[in-house]
């Protein structure tokens, strides 16, 4: 039974079904971030100053050791939502904005006002 268009909660996020391309392609993407650890590193460096962290900056913030941590970077390097490039000893690491714009959309409601129906939970993420 369809719910009556008053209680509709949001505005569609997609104009028509993601196609199996598309799919797999998204489906690499969050792989890449479903870990709180790699979630993490891809926050730190998409705000960290100047718009890039060197790998230096992110290690302190885990109890994990530097190989663990560049096991993490890689596999979001591999998914095309950061790049790197080593200067001297450290590896600086920036966001490929292209790339992880294409997680967003997969979220964004394809208008601007999306009604909210009383009683259901918003979900809000705060920086670390």
């Known amino acids: 039974m369809a719910a009556p ?3 509709v909660c949001c505005a569609p996020i997609a104009r ?3 196609s199996e391309a598309d799919a797999a392609e998204a489906a690499v993407l969050l792989k890449a971030v479903a870990d709180p ?3 993490r590193l891809l926050s ?3 705000s960290h100053a ?4 060197c790998v230096c900056d992110l290690t302190g913030a885990f109890d994990l050791t530097a190989p663990t941590i560049s ?9 095309g939502l950061i790049d790197g490039e080593r200067r ?3 590896v600086y690491y920036r966001i490929v904005p292209e790339t992880v714009n294409k997680l967003g959309a997969l979220f964004t409601p394809l208008s601007d006002t999306a009604p909210i129906t009383a009683g259901r939970p918003e979900l809000t993420l705060t920086p670390a």
Not at 50 to 53: D, L, N, R, S, T
């Open 16 to 18: 028509e079904p993601i």
């Open 5 to 7: 268009a008053s209680t």
């Open 88 to 90: 001297g000893t450290w």
């Open 50 to 53: 100047g718009g890039e962290a």
């Open 71 to 79: 096991h993490h970077l890689k596999i979001l390097r591999t998914a």
């Open 44 to 46: 730190m460096i998409g």
């Open 37 to 39: 650890v790699r979630l």
